[in-house]
């Protein structure tokens, strides 16, 4: 208690010291927080490279302001020290026109009350978020979360089940297994030399796509380390992604810790034209291990070469690794309406295809969608749909530990595979306040308890359900079950610099299948920081 009393008494002086600062390094991965700016990015004048993100500010500033996007002008307002700094200033700045430096608080104080169940949920999250700069060529920032949570049914088993808090990290439980206290960090340190290179070394997430949900690379899981090299020439972007991973359920030594596996991906963007974006995208997975003759397998240098095809690698190896491709596109219909769209590929074997349908390593899956900003002329009225469907079996592999996935949690969508979504979100900000609808509708092939059809990316292909190899697979195949989830709020955005906002919704969430039928309504009230995507929607 001292030890917290004595950091808010240092939050407090550092307020009453403070100034102001320019616009952040990093554009946070939130979809609400990014939206003005992927409005203004959409105009078909604008030829920015969108799809990998977290997106550098120094970056987008070529384009637009987007300091101003996010300030909503609230600093032509008069007011207090205290008012400046709840409603439009950093909390803690130095700005010395070569150093800039900023702290602030982040948190996420929520309850929720959930119909037929006489507990009270809560989520307490405390934090700290610090950026900076040295000149204009070095940026850095890094942020800790410490969480105590009493999760609704749905998530709690979910939380039992994976042993993971979603996309927030290894839980631990209190109050007798009823709530779950849990810690999460991140750190960022991006340097860019010229208009040509951006280098970043980090330990947080990645996204590849523009939609909600993204079949290549998604912030779904929980952070891990990175290297990316970013190189824009012309008309094109090349990133190369090098990630290390963890498998919480390969065996592992208590004092080694959990299995390492390894990952690097190459994803390079073209603007064919100012209306038509496309993005090619390679990636492997392989796991950290010790053979019975002693050999230990680690990051393979092989991986290293940042503009190689890794499948002629792979051929050239004899390597068992797990190797995915796809593509990505961006369609711009007019400066307030584009298409996108996402194809990634498993594996396709044309031979075992020739014999019979439904071959079960025809593994790939697609994604549709649209964006549409100031829908019939009314401003800041934004519309999104899109639509997911993902084979039986994509993302799995032979060796469970080469799968693609991070901390018990899939590293593209959240149902893993063998499953049609659709996502549908509407949101209208009149000033500080937002109204939004989510409605997400899917259907997905369950697996029983012994049984894999392909849903589970964590279970070998090897135990596929109609054997290996097997003809006859579909999607939806297993346990047909029917998800709707609806989820509605109203919030009043507090301070656009950490996207501090109150938020009241209420949401249901409706699983049905010939095994039963769940029905989950709850309604939330909460006062938040909301600069991270948390995916509560499966």
Known sequence: ??????FFLICIILLLCANILRA???IPLNHGYFEDIDKELSSVKTEAHTSFKPLVNSYLLRFTNTDSLTSINRMKLPGTLIHRKLRYENFFVVDTGDFHFTIDPLFNFEISKEKGNSTNFYNNTRGIWVQGSIGKKLSFESSFFENQSVFNTYMNTYVNTYR???GQGFPKSFSNGSGWDYA???????????????????????FIGDGYRSLLLSDNSFNYPYFKITTTVWKFQYTNLFASFLDLNAPH???EGFRKKF????YLSWNVCKRFQIGFFE???WQNYQDSTGFKRGFDINYLNPIIFYRPVEFSLGSPDNALIGLSTKIKITNKLYLYGQFILDDFDVAGMKKGKGYFLEKFGVQGGLKAFDVFTLKNLYFQSEINMVNPYVYAHKSPGQNYSHYNQPLAHPYGANFIESVSIVRYKLKDLLLEYKLNYAMYGADTLNSHWGKDIFKSDYVAQLG??????????GVKTTLIYNDCKISYLINPKTNLNISLGVANRIERSALGLRNDLFIYFGIRTSLTNLYYDF
């Open 24 to 26: 952040q390094q990093i």
């Open 184 to 206: 999460s960090s991140t750190g960022l340190v991006s340097y860019t030399p010229n208009e040509t290179f951006n280098f970043q070394f980090g330990h947080g997430k990645n």
């Open 1 to 6: 208690m001292a030890q917290r009393s004595f």
């Open 164 to 166: 993971v808090v979603p």
């Open 283 to 285: 990636s492997i997975i």
């Open 253 to 255: 030594a208590y004092e």
């Open 263 to 266: 990952g690097t991906f190459h």
């Open 468 to 477: 290996y190899p097997s003809w006859g697979n579909k999607v939806l195949q």
